[in-house]
């Protein structure tokens, strides 16, 4: 069993930077892939970016690259997302997800667990 809660959301304007924090729970974080979804109202959510359990691995949407950098410290239980550069259609809530199948179905949305969600808003 994971819990992940995700925190570092906020209002911020265009241009601007945030770093979003999702701790998990559980002894065996290291043992799972993690990533990053997002959801702006009345859209679909969306895949954001996602790192592999050892970090060695890591994998964006093309509208992130560049701007986004995932990362994650086991000892901490703690992966991040540090958003570079935002603009406003980066808008919506932003959800932590974890699979212990693999970066591979965190990817595809399939992660079996997830967070609460933090806004994030850009004002232009």
């Known amino acids: 069993q994971v819990q992940l809660v995700e925190s570092g959301g906020g209002l911020v304007q265009a241009g601007g930077s945030l770093r979003l924090s999702c701790a998990a729970s559980g002894r065996t974080f290291s043992r799972y892939a993690m990533g990053w979804f997002r959801q702006a109202p009345d859209k679909e959510r969306e895949f954001v970016a996602a790192?592999?359990?050892?970090?060695?691995?890591?994998t964006y949407a093309d509208s992130m690259k560049g701007r986004f950098t995932i990362s994650r410290d086991n000892g901490k239980n703690t992966v991040y997302l540090q958003m570079n550069n935002l603009k406003p259609e980066d808008t919506a809530v932003y959800y932590c997800?974890?699979?212990?199948?693999?970066?591979?179905?965190?990817?595809?949305?399939?992660?079996?667990?997830w967070g609460q969600g933090t806004q994030v808003t850009v004002s232009s």
């Open positions: 790192i592999s359990w050892s970090g060695g691995t890591t």
């Open positions: 997800a974890a699979d212990s199948l693999g970066i591979r179905e965190v990817v595809a949305g399939n992660g079996g667990y």
